[in-house]
DNA sequence: CAATGAGGTCACCAGGTCAT
DNA sequence: ATGACCTGGTGACCTCATTG
């Protein structure tokens, strides 16, 4: 179940989050069409949240026609409903991407494709001439715009009579094709990235930024026009081999254990192998730590306990902790380009993206490939962290009232609003990165709980994937104005909460309010501040843990260190420390309603 | 904004009321049959659409061109007519409320508006500007009135060449569709049910019973045939419901908000009204408990600090908390404006059982509707609630080894396993009056915690519904037994936890096993482990409560007295305390995995 | 047999039409 | 310009033939 929470049988085909996805691009919506050539762009993603039968990604299929029994999980190869798997990974098909059904007429296609190519022979049909180039990019989201580009693609990856299959496929090539397949996988998982912060030589370098993979958005290039007759290649195709990536390392992290309710543990990711840097900077275990000892690095302006906005450290939302996957998944996508695959749940490693991003609200259930994603990326866009990374601001585009739009309210983005027509690659973009600083904070602060480290590397990213977010929230309760009632929003500015709530920004800012102001209400010193955010780290959700005994003695005394520190600083220190522990399942409450929100997005975006 | 997630859209058109949600009920029944016949089959619904009263304003459309065809149906969601309806509901047009006559260019939209919306893209046309604040709100009479801001409505509502969809409604899309209503609907709903319990007569009567509608239909009821014409739903539905049950009980118990982490809050019902009896019996505010209390009612069997299973009192998972009358969902619909919903005159509402049932375990993601049903229903049958009520038990129908289908472990059930040859709508009424019990004893226990019936009645029924499922957990520790490593069922038959585990009941299972294990461990008094009980209960997930302050008071007592009951029995009080607190962010947790579990099951069952 | 794909079917939709 | 209708596809599912 796990990783299937959302979506199950067709999982996560969402190549691209960044982006990759051919598809979604495209869109001309409306005006421009001219924007057609431009095609290419939208990093897409809509797509990608695929699970969810809806439009949004990949078409459907499950159904699950054959009444007999198939317990899935069992065999490895193959897996019942409509869709093609091959030991857990999704094949997609050749012609648009979308997921394909089977093996028609030589090549793996889905069933829009199969249908197409059928009628066009069988009929004879001569389309009409397309209307550009010839050299339409056929993805599922444009491939019914131009006949005649279908049909040449459909020929130019091998389909024709001629070399249809007929009964069931040897076993042989089977073999051949999972062999491919697990070893493109292979190259793009495990959790590398988060690894690599943890462990890795610096954490210094930004994550994404060394990563080759030009990540998002850029992608579409390759493919483009007539990538057609290229390879019609051997039918079953597969051409894993990934072209050129050299490094190849970094990247992906797939986990795809939700942030925090982690469903299916991080036990697939046996194999993290990867590299191990040193670093491990050697703490003794004993925890007691010191006054300030591990606070986070970047200072608050001083002054009153917790400073607003301003001068605080980047703040986000731990999106990178899952987000890298996207980019190998593209990496992988175009790798093998053909069909590419996408594991289902079960499967191996994890992979998918499902992952959600943490983001903040939503809301609203349109959809809309190429707006949403573009939306959705912006969503989390330009966090505070752009007050670190000076770089950053979409200010620019953002006008004092709510347009019309749909809302996406988190105010570690610079604005409650974001302008629609900012190009969604570069929103993408933006939003990597400026999140990279907000999870490196975290993760560094971690590195300097002591004892932390001495954890094992697994329960060190379990740990962190789980509590970043809660981290975060502590971290940023001074973002919330109790007496104003305001959320000071990156860009400096500041929103009431009931414009934001009318924006759509309801239950989720109301409870992070309600949250702050409790937490606020303590008046806790920076010091025990930082001991308190130590400790609703290690408090994270423990599911997928594998030590547990060693995180919770970690625990136990982060829990001593902070009670002396609070018997020390207050009067009613029984008092304080309860309420302090009280505010852990508030987090944790808080935690759920963000992922569920960020899930009611994705599905329903 | 939950309520609205969904699309809106929809409004209940369906006039025959009766048995309702013809899809997924009758589906199912026929459960042997599976595959193929299920096509055909429904009898049902559709056609009685067409009495389709043309509500007043809605323009036209009634035609049923095509002479042929019009088997339909078959298909539940969707009627010939050009209206496209789900499951008896009319889905409007998001751009202007209008009736939509299909999903066109992402979205259900009216033809005006998708005619309206291609006109636009395909000429590129550069509208005029809104002679007002560009934000008139589109509607179907004033649609024509401000094309700029008609066509900015039809972006914000994500129409996009890039969302068409062509072909068929995967089945599985309208089956989210439906749950989707089915949520809305019910988040709409009240909590009648459980005020009833709370504030009602008597706990003792049964909450739905009194209630005129039939509710629970859902049921897979006999309705299939005829039941059109017939009634008005009453008659039908209910009718089917307990045959010999004597306590018609539960019902249906349609749930389905995630029990903890309820987004929507029960915002909507502001109209909580409804019934109040007296039994206020008022206890003075002070908290500090005395000894046991407040304890469950019923006595375990003494000896060990918890005894296992059998002589448990019923225990359940608080289905029937969000359940409700559907007759306000009528009103909400009605009230609100936005899409939603209309609906038709006695249209009851809607009912359909997608409910989930607070269960269990589950896992596989195939789908297959007559199964599904039947054993979702089946999932949390039996429980242990079967103890106090003598009359049920599926031990007989229970073997000893996994049958190859699907599994639903969940340890308050009887049986890991269920026999899947039972009439589903037994299943279902078993289950419904079986979980009765568990969730009245919750609410007897938090009438008895002092203080507890001084909260308003809207936040009691808020901490109920967000925290039984805590509650219970901590209850019910016991049944798993750490030593041997199994869990007992409610048919005292002890399962290993391997073998559930390799049945599918993997993460939550384990997840629970684990917080058991240390829960008891910390070896609490009956009396500590009421008053922590009632703690769990108090701090429950705040999201929609109205008067925090008075629920933190509470809390504030009941942990004073928690603390001085442990400081007086345990040695190391300090320690225990602070443990003790450390498992509400666990049960957080646990409760949301269980939720998300559930929610997956859902989705894909 | 059982897996698996070609074809067929028909629910559904983008677009075009044309009376209003 | 609008929107009720039509037409020409499209593709989710199903049936049946083919093959290991």
Known sequence: MESTKLGGVIAYIRSSGSSLCPEACLSDSSSSSTGSSSNSSSPSSSPSLSSMPGRGGPSKHAQSRSPTSEKTGAHPSTAKSGITKLNGMVLLCKVCGDVASGFHYGVHACEGCKGFFRRSIQQNIQYKKCLKAESCTIVRINRNRCQQCRFKKCLSVGMSRDAVRFGRIPKREKQRMLLEMQNA??????????????????????????????????????????????????????????PSSPQSVSADSESNVPMDTSLSSASSCASDSG??????????????????????EQERPAGSPVSPARGSPSLGLAEQLSQSSMEETSEYASRCQDNVVATSPKSYQPVYHTQLPQSWAYREERTHSAMQQQQLNSASSGTYAANTQSSYHYSHSVNGHAPPMRHLVCPMNTSPV???RLPSHEVWEEFSMSFTPAVKEVVEFAKRIPGFQDLSQHDQVSLLKAGTFEVLMVRFASLFDINERTVTFMSGRKYSLEALRSMGA????????????????????????????????????????????????LQDNLIRALRGLITKNHANEAAVFTKLLLKLPDLRSLNNLHSEALLAFKVHP
Chains 1, 2 share one sequence.
């Open 418 to 420: 974001v302008d629609p």
């Open 275 to 296: 590299e191990e840097d040193a670093v491990t900077g050697g703490n003794s275990s004993s925890a007691a730590p010191q006054d300030g000892m591990f606070a986070f």
């Open 506 to 553: 309801g239950e989720l800012l109301n409870s992070m309010f309600e949250f702050s102001e409790k937490l606020l209400s303590l008046h806790l010193s920076e010091d025990e501040m930082s001991l308190f955010t130590a400790v609703v780290l290690v408090s994270a959700d423990r599911s997928g843990i594998e030590d547990m005994n060693s995180v919770e003695v």
């Open 185 to 242: 996988m292979n190259n793009m998982m495990t959790n590398s990235q988060l690894h690599h912060m943890l462990h890795g030589t610096q954490a210094t370098s930004c994550p994404t930024e060394p990563i080759p993979i030009p990540s998002t958005t850029s992608r579409p290039s390759p493919s483009p026009s007539a990538s057609s007759s290229s390879s019609p290649s051997s039918s079953a195709s597969s051409s894993s081999s990934a």
